[in-house]
């Protein structure tokens, strides 16, 4: 693209191997010689520095080797910039090379020299120092120091900000010398550095001055103000800031100008901003930087005034020759020559600042430096475009997105926004745009949650400028698009702004259309439409919610109720499309998913908060979600019977549309006399369980109805009776169709598909209904409790029963249920329950535990066994210990309906639990029913793990489920790992002796599978990644695991030493390398307390060969922290002396022997 002058201007973007900021992104040659697009500099050298000097060493300079650059992160660079003499002034400047700004403007520099400092890392927090820590304490004045300096004057806050630089100016027009002391006193000790600027010290170069005040840097403090926490020193930064800001506009008329004041502050922060110190570095570049921006606006405002004397020079010149004023002429002529000058002299300075300090510290080390120079430059070009908006100032923007730190690519987007949305300036971004924009399209999966945000509103900014119709291409849309359903909320509501912008529009209002019976649509219907094609087009038809939380808070359509209505119910007019069934299925999960959200306020599941910290909605907020309730509830109440009859068919759609009344406000039944609807609703309901068989619509009818029959609302009576209309219908079925069974076998007959199909069906409705609903009252528990033993093989070669699997695994369900309404019955009338009721209650869990346990051992099928498991594990919790002790232990007679697990029944559950959960099964090509298989098994590990987190089993029972963190992380790892975290929190011995039982284990499956092992086997190095993970668990707090961790070291040596026989190593000893991973949590008194009773256990003598090396590497594990407990290195048997070999060179033949020696 060719602009003023024709000169093409290139702006590559970084290469792949672009990972370290400090690397430049394009090679200096592509942008090599003078360019028109440099910013316009007379003949000028500003501040007289050796200009030679400068370009030489930014040409010859060598790259930096990368494994350097990865080892050395934190050093800090020696960027090439000029080095600084003692002062900078305009006359110098003038008499100067001007091609110096512009080659050094138009190549980005190389990589800058790391170099080491004085001792090493270097001193403090400039050199390598550990990052500050999490609080720092107030400023206090120290001995010396002077409380009327500038520094203290800002930092302890005592004087406002234009009062301080009114007094710096005064003392500046009495004794400038001793002013400008003041001055950089300031810079210097808000660097962290308490060293003192003389007046005499004035007199020297600035590069003396700053070496000096290197010297007296703090070498111990690995802080300064800039990153210390805390309330006061945030103010001290905002103070620093608006202090330097403040300075320049209040000399912007004169002092400024003086070719003093501003040639020696930017001579001294431009050598501080190469220091290699850290603290010198950071200060130095926030204050040019802040410098910069408050000259822009000096600019600005001479700008305007240069443009108001040009426009009074004008009118004075065109009036008549006898009223013009040719004396106001004159002095209109000299004003606006000396406005030009002071608008040269600002960018020269501008420039100067810019190559001396912006072009080395964009790249620099410090993350926080390189922040700093992307926001202002920001600034800058959004305020002063004419001089900085320009593709030699945007490559540097560019360049940093593609930056390792989050924080820097942030500040690089948010520099970009206000540039895009601008309507006069977008028009300078076209080249910029073509070059960094799939960059910027990538930032949306960007890991960084911010950032991600930003770039979705970044690219949001480039499409609405519409630089050309094709500035977005159809694939950089898509990737916007699928982030609606990221799982953070924020990214998610962004990207959703991007569909409103993109799809969701409606440019020219469309011409209204009609329904066939001639209603008319209303304006969000076409929108809607391609909503619910999106929707399609997505495939991704189980996460509605999210692309409905996405778009709920940014496009009111999500809320159009009577749209979405009209289009399912209304016919498809004559110049209309009707929707297909997909269409429909669609727009319905859709809708629902819009009702659910709207009336609860609360997000889906992932999206909102942590459960930590439950969503909780503000006044606003709630209030919002109120008045949204009462809109739906008011539209769906007259709806929903009809849109239940047409689509009574359809079970999918039936599923949503019923859920719909769980999210009413049930008084407006009452409130806005709605009786009548409410018996339709109910009537749908009761027809829809009559004739539907789909278990997840009657799960969602039997939700639906729970809700109906809240008991504080005014429909309760008449819901009640609908409800037991309903429940009685399903056991009257239920009984007829197990009466007519029963006969049938009674007379030898064999039941037909119908007849086990009404069997099957009615225990569906019934367990279904169990689940919601009390049906104790209707006495069925004898009838279920019949077919129970139908569930256990009687035989391997015994006849199979008649019953179906899945009637049986319904009778399992039905009974649970039943015990648990039958205990909230007990606990509701507690105080005058009676022990009759408690005692029939006893009778019935024992009786069905014992047939439970018959059939998790000898199911019938797989799917018994599963079933009867489940509600095994929860009747154990259930029915648990706390039932009396925490709920009801005033009354005695409810200790009799504790159940627990004895030692036979948690063998039963953990070998069921090895055979369903932790086995591999092959599912290739069938990704669903791996991922449904899968989470079932989680479902059967999740419940037996509640039996140790509740501490209704014992811990050890868990450590057949430890042994397999390691081998089944990614399927069951935050399952186990929570147990882990859980059983620590009620006993650490415990749990430290349950994961040694893990070990063992594992230990023992790898000899019975290997007799011979060796230290490199497979198995024995998963044995020790598991160690590691159980040390992790830990923490690092020694103090509080002494014990437990004590306790492990002997469990794992006794182990170890088992079977021991004369001097052979025992078969156990290799057990010793995993437990080694535990040493280094042990406090130093402790390991030796092992390490006597490891002696004890497997006497230390003279051992030999690799046999015994894992003893060797477990005692030197122990040994870590006690060298003078180290044994002298072992010599090896019968070693021959070569010639010549004297008793001098002992020490190092034993240091020899010592590393030949295995372990």
């Known amino acids: 693209m060719h602009r003023r002058g024709g000169k093409r201007i290139r702006m590559d973007d970084p290469p792949p191997e672009y990972v370290n900021p400090m690397t430049p992104a394009t090679p200096m040659t592509e942008y090599g010689g003078q360019s028109v697009h440099e910013p316009e500099t007379p003949n000028v050298n500003y501040s007289g520095f050796n200009v030679g000097a400068v370009v030489n060493s930014t040409a010859t300079e060598p790259p930096r080797d990368e494994a350097e650059e990865s080892h050395h992160e934190e050093e800090e660079p020696r960027s090439p910039s000029p080095t600084p003499t003692k002062r900078v002034t305009r006359s110098r400047g003038r008499r100067g090379d001007g091609g110096f700004v512009g080659r050094l403007a138009e ?67 009495t004794n400038r010398e001793a002013a400008l002391v003041q001055l950089m006193q300031f810079f210097i000790n808000a660097s962290g550095c308490r060293g003192k600027v003389t007046p ?117 010149r065109l009036k008549a020759r006898d009223k013009r004023a040719n004396e106001r002429l004159e002095v209109l002529v000299a ?175 469309p011409a209204p259309g009609r329904s066939r019976r001639g209603k008319a649509r209303l304006p969000n219907t076409p929108l809607v439409r391609d909503l619910v094609q999106f929707f399609i087009e997505s495939e991704l038809h189980e996460h509605g919610a999210y692309l409905v939380d996405a778009l709920i808070e940014s496009n009111p359509m999500m809320k159009d109720w009577e749209c979405m209505t009209d289009l399912l119910l209304e016919e498809a007019g004559p110049n209309e499309e009707a929707l297909d069934n997909r269409q429909e299925s669609s727009l319905i999960e859709l809708m629902v998913c819009c009702v659910r959200q709207a009336s609860t306020g609360e997000p889906p599941v992932g999206r909102g908060a942590s459960r930590k910290h439950h969503h909780m909605l503000s006044k606003e907020q709630a209030k919002v979600v109120s008045d949204d309730r009462t809109k739906m509830t008011a539209h769906f109440i007259v709806t929903l019977p009809a849109l239940l009859d047409k689509f009574g068919a359809d079970p999918e759609k039936l599923t949503n549309l019923v859920s719909i009344p769980q999210y009413f406000d049930l008084e407006l039944y009452t409130t806005q006399r709605q ?33 109906l029959c809240t008991e504080q609302c005014g429909v309760y009576t008449r819901c009640n009776v609908a409800r037991a209309t309903i429940t009685d219908m399903c056991v009257n079925r239920y009984k007829e169709a197990i009466d007519e069974y029963r006969s049938l076998l009674e007379g030898g007959e064999t039941p037909d598909a119908d007849e086990l199909f009404n069997v099957t069906n009615s225990l569906r409705k019934v367990s279904i209904m169990y689940m919601c609903h009390n049906l104790n009252d209707t006495n069925i528990w004898d009838s279920l409790f019949e077919d129970l033993p139908k569930c256990v093989k009687e035989s391997d070669d015994g006849p199979p029963t008649q019953m179906p699997t899945q009637a049986l695994v319904y009778v399992v369900r039905s009974c649970f249920y ?49 079933e009867a498991y489940t509600s095994l594990c929860d009747l154990l919790i259930f029915f648990a210990e706390h039932l009396y002790t925490l709920h009801h232990h005033a009354e005695p007679d409810m200790k ?205 003598a003279v051992q030999w060969g690799d046999d015994w090396a894992p003893l060797l590497a477990y005692r030197g594990s122990l040994l870590t922290d006690a060298p003078d407990e180290r044994p002298p290195p072992a010599r090896k048997h019968y070693a021959r002396r070569p010639r010549g070999h004297n008793d001098d060179d002992e020490p190092d033949d034993n240091a020899d022997s010592d590393q030949d020696q295995p372990g």
């Open 107 to 173: 190549s980005p520099p190389p990589p800058p020299l790391r170099r080491r400092g004085r001792g090493g890392r270097g001193r403090g927090r400039g050199r390598g120092a550990a990052p500050p820590p999490a609080y720092s304490p107030p400023p206090v004045l120290l001995p010396g120091d002077d409380e009327n300096s500038l520094y203290n004057i800002l930092r302890f806050n005592k004087t406002a900000i234009n009062q301080v630089v009114d007094m710096w100016i005064e003392e500046y027009k």
């Open 896 to 1100: 009799q309906l504790v159940y627990e697990p004895d030692a036979q029944l948690c063998d039963m559950l953990n070998d069921f639990i090895q055979e369903f959960v932790f086995v591999h099964h092959n599912y290739d090509g069938q990704d669903e029913r791996r991922i449904e298989e899968l989470h079932k098994r989680r479902n059967f590990l999740a419940a037996y793990c509640k039996l140790i987190v509740y501490n209704v089993a014992p811990i050890r029972r868990a450590a057949d489920v430890f042994k397999h963190y390691i081998k089944c992380y990614n399927d069951y790892g935050d399952i186990i790992k929570a147990t882990l975290s859980k059983a620590r929190e009620i006993n650490k011995l415990n749990c430290a002796l349950t994961m040694e039982l893990a070990m063992q284990a594992l230990f023992t499956e790898m000899l019975a599978r290997h007799r011979s092992p060796h230290r490199q086997l497979p198995e024995l190095l998963e044995l020790k990644e598991l160690a590691k993970r159980f040390s992790v668990m830990f923490g690092l707090d020694a103090v509080k695991n002494r014990e437990a961790l004590t306790a492990l070291h002997r469990a794992g040596i006794s182990f170890a030493a088992l079977e021991q026989n004369g001097h052979s190593p025992p078969p156990n000893l290799l057990f010793l390398e995993p437990l080694g991973e535990f040493s280094n949590k042990l406090l130093r008194q402790d390991k030796r307390q092992v390490l006597r009773f490891l002696d004890a256990r497997i006497p230390h």
């Open 335 to 509: 004003k606006r020559q000396e406005l030009e000058e002071n608008m040269e002299e600002i960018k020269n300075m501008l420039s100067y600042m810019f190559k001396s300090v912006f072009v080395h510290r964009y790249r620099d080390t410090l993350p926080d430096i390189r922040a700093i120079t992307m926001a202002e430059i920001g600034i800058w070009m959004e305020k002063f475009p004419a001089h900085f908006l320009d593709d030699l100032y945007l490559k540097y923007i560019g360049w940093t997105l593609h930056d390792k730190v989050g924080e820097v690519r942030l500040r690089c987007l948010q520099a970009l926004q206000p540039l895009y949305e601008c309507e006069e300036l977008k028009g300078k971004l076209e080249l910029f745009t073509s070059k960094f924009k799939d960059r910027i399209v990538s930032m949306t999966l960007d890991k960084e949650t911010d950032v991600a945000v930003h770039a979705v509103k970044l690219v949001i900014a480039i499409l609405k400028s519409r630089m050309h119709p094709d500035v977005l291409t159809d694939k950089d849309c898509e990737n916007v698009y699928e982030l609606v359903y990221s799982s953070c909320r924020a990214v998610a509501a962004a990207a959703g702004e991007f569909l409103n912008v993109r799809l969701f529009r409606s440019d020219e209002p």
């Open 675 to 707: 009786e009548g609807n409410l018996g339709l609703l109910l009537n749908k309901i009761r027809e829809v369980v009559n004739v539907q068989t789909e278990a997840e619509v009657l799960e969602t009818c039997g939700r639906t109805l729970e809700y």
């Open 818 to 866: 039943s015990l648990l309404w039958s205990l909230h019955g007990v606990e509701t009338r507690a105080g005058g329950a009676g022990g009759a009721a408690v005692g029939a209650l006893r009778e019935r869990l024992h009786a069905y535990a014992a047939h439970c346990r018959a059939i998790v051992a000898r199911g019938a099928t797989p799917e018994l066994r599963e």
């Open 200 to 316: 005499d010290m004035a007199q020297m170069d600035h590069t003396l001055i700053i070496k000096k005040m290197t010297q007296e840097f703090d070498e111990e403090s690995g802080e300064y103000p800039l990153i210390m926490t805390g309330q006061t020193w945030k103010k001290f930064r905002s103070n620093f800031c608006e202090f330097i800001q403040t300075l320049v506009k209040m000399c912007q008329y004169s002092i400024i100008y003086d070719q003093y004041l501003m040639d020696n502050i930017i001579s001294l922060l431009t050598g501080l901003s190469d220091s290699q110190v850290r603290a010198f570095r950071h200060t130095a570049t926030l204050a040019v930087m802040k410098l910069m921006t408050a000259l822009v606006d000096v600019a600005l405002l001479t700008s305007v005034n240069c443009d108001n004397c040009l426009r009074q020079y004008e009118a004075e």
